[in-house]
C-alpha cells in the first residue's frame, strides 16, 4: 500500500507532452476501474484554457503511473456516460484502454527505458494516466538488439521510425493481407527493397499473377515469363505431369498407373540406349519422379509396343487415349516451355541457377509472370517451383537462403480442399512448416484470407493487416493474433492507405504504422499504366496484335503445295485453268521445314511438274 499511496501523488519525473505550469487535474486522468485486462480512465475533454482537444483519442498509447513502473495502454474506445455535451462547465469522459504491458527505467541513471509485455503490477483506483511520453514509447517498440530495418514510422508519433526484426520476419514466415487497393503491392515491394539491402546473400522468387514486380525492382529483378520460362517436362513429378495431361480435370488411376510404370522406360532408354525396355532394379533405381530426361518419342514408343502386346488387350483403350493426351500436350503452344527443346539434354544445372539466380550477378530477385498463363499451366509450374525451393534449401544444407513470396495466394492455395492443385498446396505447406530449419522461407501476400488455407496462414508468425472490409476476412486475422492487443484490430476497416498494424514475431509489440513513400518509378504498377495512355476514339488500338496475343499460335511455315500453284484471277471453266502462269509460281520447299520425322522436304507432298 505504501507503493500506491506513493504513486498517488503525482509522477517524480517531468512532463513531456506538457507545460509544466498547467494544470495537473484538468489535462490528466485517473484510474476508476481495472479488470486485469482493461481498464477505464476518468479525464476531462478540455484542456487548462476550455478548449476541446484530442488529448484522448481512439488507437493512441497512455501510460498510467505507478512510481517505479508505468503501465501502458491502447486506447479503444471514449464516450460519455450521459450522451451528452456541457457547453457551460467540464466535460466529463471515459476512456477505455487495453493493458498492453510496462515501462521501467533502466537501472543505471539516464539509461533507456526497458518495456515487457508482461504486467506485474495493475493500476490501482485513482492512478494518475497521461499520453505517453515519446522516450517510453520508442521503448516499446524496441527490438532489443535484433537486426532491425525501417519499414516507415509510427502513426501515433511519426517522428518515431517503425522498425521490424528482418531476421525473425523472414525465418518464421510473414503475411500481407488487405483489401484491393490499399497499398500491398508498394508494401511488398518496400520490404523486399528493404530485405535485399539488409540481407544480400537472400534468393526471392516471386510467383506474380499480375505482371507488376519486375518493373518495380528494375535493378534487382530478372524477368520469367511464359516465353522466356524453360522447364523441360522430365523435371516434373508424376502429379504435376498428370495434371499437364489432363488439363486440370479429375484425372484416371489407370492412366496414371500406366504412366508410373513407363517413364522410369523411357528414363532408362535415355540413359542406356542400348539397354532395351529393362528397367533395373535396386538402390539406383529410376522412378516417375527423379529428375532425369527422357524423350516424349521413347514414351510414345514405349505405349505402342505395350498396345502390340497380346495380353494388353483390355488395356488398349487406356492406353490410346494416354497416347492421345501426351500428342496434344505436346502439340499445345501453351506449353512451349515444356516440350519447345528439340534437343533432350540434362539441363537442370541451367534452368535451377537461372529461376533461382545461382549465382546472382547482382540480381538476387526472380519475378516469374503468370498472367495469361492458363490456370493448368500456373498450378503445375507453381508447384515445380515450390517444390525446388524447398529440395534447394535442404540439399545445400543451409548455405542457400530463398523467399518464395506468393502474390495473390489464395489462388493456388484456397481453403478448400477440392479446389486448387494438391500437390502446390502440400509443396507450399511442407515449406511453411519445415522451411524455415533448411533457410527456405515464405511470404503470403492475398486479400482474401478467408479463403487462404488456414494451415498456411497459421505457420506465419508475422502479420502486415492493412485495411480489410469483410468481416470473414477480420474475423481470421483476429483469430491470428497471439498478444492482447487485439482491439487494435477494431481498426481495420477505417485505416488509411499505406497503413498497417504489424503483429507477431518480427516486432517487439503489436504496432500501427505507416510504410514509407515510394518513388512513383518503384511502386507496382505504375510503369506499364504510365506507358499505355488510353485514346479517346481508339484508333491507337491494334487488333490484330491483340488478336495474335489471344490465340498465342506461332506463325505457320510456309505450306508444302500439294498441286500447281492457281493464279487466283482465274476462274472454274477458263482456259488454262490450274496451270502455273510462270515458272516462278511454283512453291519451293523451306529450307527450315521440320525434318524430325525423317521426311525429305524435295519429295514429301510434291508433284513432279513436266515443263
Known sequence: MFVEREASVGEPTSQERRNIQQNDKRILGNVVQCDGARATICAYAEDAEGAVTGLWTVGKMISINLGSTRTVGLVYAIGKSDLAWNHEGQNLIEVSVELVGEVRDGAEPGSKPVFDRGITTYPHIGAIAHSIRSRDLQAVYDLAGRHSVTIGTLSQDESIDANIAIDDTLARHFAIVGTTGVGKSTAVSLLLRKTIEARPDLRVLILDPHNEFAASLPEYCVKVDSKTLDLPFWMFRLEEFAEVLFRGRETVPEEVDVLRDLIPAAKNLYRNPNSGTYVRRGSDALTADTPVPYRIADLIKQIDERMGLLESKNDRPTLKSLKMRIESAA???????????????????????????????????????????????????????????????LWSEGRLRLLLLCEEAHRYMPADPRLGFAPTRHALSRIAKEGRKYGCYLGVVTQRPGELDPTILSQCSTFFAMRLANEQDQAIIRSAIADSSASTLAFLSSMGQREAIAFGEGVATTMRLKFEKLPQQFIPGTAKGEQIEPSVDGSDVDLAMIVERLRNVPKPQQSMAYAEAVDSSRQAGDPDYKKPATAAARVQPDDDFDTRYGLKPSTFGMRQFND
Not at 534437343?343 to 503468370?370: A, K
Open 331 to 393: 502439340a499445345d503452344p501453351r506449353y512451349r516451355f515444356m516440350f519447345n527443346s528439340r534437343l533432350i539434354e540434362d539441363t537442370i544445372h541451367e534452368t535451377i541457377g537461372n529461376i533461382f539466380r545461382v549465382p546472382s550477378h547482382g540480381r538476387p530477385v526472380t519475378c516469374f509472370e503468370m498472367a495469361g498463363m492458363p490456370s493448368e499451366v500456373v498450378n503445375s509450374v507453381c508447384s515445380v517451383l515450390a517444390r525446388l525451393a524447398f529440395d534447394l534449401a
